[in-house]
C-alpha cells in the first residue's frame, strides 16, 4: 500500500523557517519524481518544487532562492525547507510522487498546513 506521509509544518513569524519532511512508502521511490504542491485557501494548488528521479530540481518562480527540495532515496524520504518564509507562502503542502511505466502513477500525501504569521 502506497503512503506519504508529510511532517513539519507548523506556524512561524515571518523571516523564519521550516523543514517539511514526507516519508514514502509502497513504492520504488528511487523511481519517481517526488514534488511539493501547496494549495492556499480560495487559491489553485500549484507546483512549488520538484525533484527529478535523475536528481535535477525546478522551483517555482516565487520561491526561488528561498525553498530548496532535496531527497534521500536510502530513507525515501523528500524534505522541503523553507527559509525566508512570507505570509503568502501560508498554504496547505502536499507532497507527491509521479511516474511513468505504461501508465501514469500518481500519489499524494494528506497535506500539513504552513501558516506564516506575526
Known amino acids: 500500500q502506497v503512503q506519504l506521509v508529510e511532517s513539519g509544518g507548523g506556524r512561524v513569524q515571518p523571516g523564519g523557517s521550516l523543514r517539511l519532511s514526507c516519508a514514502a512508502s509502497?513504492?520504488?521511490?528511487?523511481?519517481?519524481?517526488m514534488s511539493w504542491y501547496r494549495q492556499a485557501p480560495g487559491k489553485e494548488r500549484e507546483l512549488v518544487a520538484l525533484s527529478r528521479k535523475t536528481g535535477g530540481t525546478t522551483y517555482a518562480d516565487s520561491v526561488k532562492g528561498r525553498f530548496t527540495i532535496s531527497r534521500d532515496n536510502a530513507k525515501n524520504t523528500v524534505y522541503l525547507q523553507m527559509n525566508s518564509l512570507k505570509p503568502e507562502d501560508t498554504a496547505v503542502y502536499s507532497c507527491n510522487a509521479r511516474t511513468w511505466d505504461l501508465r501514469l502513477y500518481d500519489y499524494w500525501g494528506q497535506g500539513t498546513q504552513v501558516t506564516v504569521s506575526s
Open positions: 509502497g513504492f520504488t521511490f528511487s523511481t519517481y519524481a
